[in-house]
C-alpha cells in the first residue's frame, strides 16, 4: 500500500488545519493507522493511531484534546485534525499503517519499527 500525506502548511498559532493521509494499492480497512511527527533535529515522535473502523484511538498524552485522528475507510482516507496550534507543533508529520494488533500495546502503537508502511510526510509550520 502506498501512503500520501497531504495538508501541511504555514499556519499562525491558535490556527488550525487538517492533514490528509490518502492509501492507494491496497485497502486501508485492512490497517490501523497512525500519525507520527518529527521536528528539526528530534526522533520521530507517536501522535495519534486508530483502529481499522474508528472505533478505538489513542493520543499522545500532551495532545489530547487539540488533536482529532479519523478515517474514511470508503475514501481510503485518514485524517488528523490539529486545533489550537503552537510553534512547537512545527514538524513534519508521517502516516503510517500497522497490523490491527500493534493496538493491544500502549508500547507497541508508539514504536516506528512496527509500522510496515510510510507516507513521505507533510510539513507544518507554525508561526508565532
Known amino acids: 500500500v502506498q501512503l500520501q500525506a497531504s495538508g501541511g502548511g504555514l499556519v499562525q498559532a491558535g490556527g488550525s488545519t487538517r492533514l490528509s493521509c490518502a492509501a492507494s494499492g491496497g485497502t486501508l480497512s485492512n490497517y490501523a493507522v497512525g500519525w507520527f511527527r518529527q521536528a528539526p533535529g528530534q526522533a520521530r515522535s507517536f501522535v495519534a493511531i486508530?483502529?481499522?473502523?474508528?472505533?478505538?484511538?489513542d493520543y499522545e498524552d500532551a495532545l489530547k484534546g487539540r488533536f482529532t485522528i479519523s478515517r474514511d475507510n470508503a475514501e481510503n482516507t485518514v485524517y488528523l485534525q490539529l486545533n489550537s496550534l503552537k510553534p512547537e507543533d512545527t514538524a513534519v508529520y508521517y502516516c503510517?499503517?500497522?497490523?490491527?494488533?500493534?493496538?493491544?500495546?500502549?508500547?507497541?502503537?508508539?514504536?516506528?519499527?512496527?509500522?510496515?508502511?510510510w507516507g513521505q510526510g507533510t510539513l507544518v509550520t507554525v508561526s508565532s
Open positions: 503510517a499503517v500497522t497490523n490491527p494488533g500493534t493496538l493491544a500495546s500502549w508500547r507497541a502503537r508508539r514504536t516506528t519499527s512496527n509500522y510496515n508502511y
Open positions: 486508530i483502529s481499522r473502523y474508528g472505533g478505538t484511538t
